[in-house]
């Protein structure tokens, strides 16, 4: 996108093409992304809000995989990271010739990034993702709003008692405990979950 100046020379566009609600599970994602895309199309830009499980996911390089939720079963974490990069591509170039702003909850650091993570991934290839991401993101101007929390045991602690124990077991326990590369004494419990 290019704006054009006074002087009539065209310059890139500082407007920013993509919105991301990042932070820790249970912090406000998806409601600060549907506020985000509600006021955009009042002010008359049109908006996509992206949940998470919105299905099939434009960025989630797990959803044709056999296990999506546990990815390490079908994937190495180079192959899991070059998926989500061609995604993420492909995603970029969409975007470039809608008129929608996207309004994407998550998946810049939740989605993909956690799953290398909990995969053990090298430092190495998890750095060479993340400036490849910015990189192959870097075309729509991002705007990424991290929903930080002062106190993240705390945080999770008290969105575990608001969802429940079935999301408990589904979040904490099937996304820790069935993955054998996790299953530590760093993950094997919330305040573990916390700290990764």
């Known amino acids: 996108m290019t704006s054009s100046t006074t002087s ?24 600060t992304m549907r506020l985000i ?7 008359g830009q049109p908006a996509l809000p992206v949940h998470e499980r919105t299905e099939p996911h434009p960025v989630r390089a797990t959803d044709e995989l056999e296990h999506w939720f546990e990815p390490w079963r079908d994937a190495t974490p ?28 998550g998946q810049l650091f939740h989605g993909d990034l956690t799953h290398l993570l909990l995969m053990d991934a090298e430092s190495a290839l998890i750095f060479d993702y993340v400036q490849a991401l910015a990189t ?24 575990c008692a608001e969802r429940g124990a079935e999301w408990i077991s589904r979040v904490i326990i099937v996304v820790t405990f069935r993955n054998c590369f996790a299953i530590s004494p760093v993950t094997e419990s919330i305040a573990g979950r916390c700290r990764l």
């Open 8 to 31: 009539g020379s065209a310059e890139p566009s500082t407007a920013h093409r993509l919105v991301i609600v990042e932070g820790i599970m249970g912090s406000g994602k998806s409601t």
């Open 37 to 43: 895309a509600k006021y955009l199309q009042e002010a």
């Open 78 to 105: 180079q192959h899991l990271a070059d998926r989500a990069l061609a995604r993420w591509q492909a995603f970029v170039e969409a975007t470039q010739v809608e008129t929608s702003i996207p309004v994407m909850d």
């Open 136 to 159: 192959v993101t870097a075309p729509l101007n991002p705007f990424v709003l991290y929903l930080w929390q002062e106190d993240v045991e705390q945080a999770v602690r008290t969105v």
